[in-house]
């Protein structure tokens, strides 16, 4: 990391609108790689001819066959590309290695107390479901994320729960171009429920919700491509208690947020901040300078066209 870090203003509003606005302009500078990623998904779901491929709006409409029952677009070298990719991906060891060095008797100690550990908190069960999703992502898309969280389960006790995070869900900071050297932080923009957040962040988020990001959506529904502050309707089946005095509509919703988390970088490839924001409020703000904290999602990058 060049030793040149951002700095971003204190002022609470005027940071929400940095990071609001940051999202917008590298959504617009990305539709076209996305509209590609969605031909490429599509493809591989059975579509074959596509009839509106509009990368300004990410709008990409596509049909299994044409007017005489034919299958126009056809791609051998994508299904073979990432069938040969995702099998050499398949070979590699996704568990957690300590590399701690040192040659010494306390070092090698260590180093031995500290991998055992990690062992146990990993779930072999776990690696398998998550390897393949990120081998497929990786594979079809060029880039891939994924992170970890440590949980206490009640009866599993200490464990990592590892996640793979989609490249739509991932933006440098500040915006880029062909020079990946520039890249001076990571940001993230995802949906979450209104639930996690209160657990995550306390009572402040519940008093300050009318300034966020949310809007309310039926459970089971998809999180993303929702207008903010718009209800969803969902089915449209009506239910006989829906009259009735005292049915709890609320409990048949739920109220999803979208957030931004922004990791600005320090010496070392370190965390000199961490900010959480939705709409024009500031969730978290973290000053992390002087201390030993790395940012928890890792970005691999396929031969520079992810």
């Known amino acids: 990391m060049a030793n040149d870090p951002i700095k971003l203003t204190k002022d609470p509003l005027a940071l929400a609108r940095i990071i609001d606005n940051h999202c917008e302009r590298e959504t617009n500078r990305l539709a076209y790689r996305r509209a590609t990623w969605l031909v490429a998904l599509y493809y591989l779901m059975g579509a074959r001819q596509f009839d509106v491929f509009d990368p300004e709006s990410g709008t990409v409409r596509y049909s299994y066959l044409d ?27 996704f568990r957690p290695l300590v590399m701690r060095v040192g040659s010494s008797l306390s070092s090698i100690r260590q180093r031995s107390i500290a991998q055992i550990m990690l062992d146990q908190v990993v779930s072999e069960h776990q690696l398998n479901r998550v390897v393949p999703q990120f081998n497929h992502i990786f594979a079809l898309l060029g880039s891939c994320g994924i992170t970890g969280h440590m949980v206490n389960h009640p009866t599993v006790g200490l464990t990592a729960d590892l996640e793979v995070v989609h490249p739509m ?95 600005l970088m320090g010496p070392r490839d370190t965390v000199s901040r961490y900010v959480v924001t939705s709409g024009e409020y500031v969730i978290h703000d973290e000053d992390l300078e002087g201390r030993e904290v790395y940012c928890p999602i890792g970005f691999a990058r396929f031969m520079e066209n992810g």
Do not use: C
Request: hydrophobic share 35%; glycine share 4%.
């Open 67 to 93: 007017e005489q029952d034919r299958l126009d677009f056809q791609s051998s070298e994508l299904l073979s590309a990432v069938d040969k990719i995702s099998g050499r991906l398949s070979s590699l060891d």
């Open 169 to 263: 869900e991932l933006f440098p900071f500040p915006s880029l171009t062909a020079d990946y050297t520039k890249q001076r932080g990571l940001l993230r923009q995802r949906v979450v429920s209104m639930d996690f957040l209160k657990t995550a962040f306390g009572s402040k988020v519940t008093r300050n919700k009318e300034r966020m990001e949310f809007y309310t959506i039926k459970p089971g529904e998809t999180f993303e491509q929702q207008n903010a502050n718009e209800y969803t309707l969902g089915s449209q089946v009506v239910y006989s208690d829906q009259k009735v005095v005292g049915h709890d509509q609320e409990a048949e919703s739920m109220q999803v947020v979208r957030v931004r988390e922004l990791w």
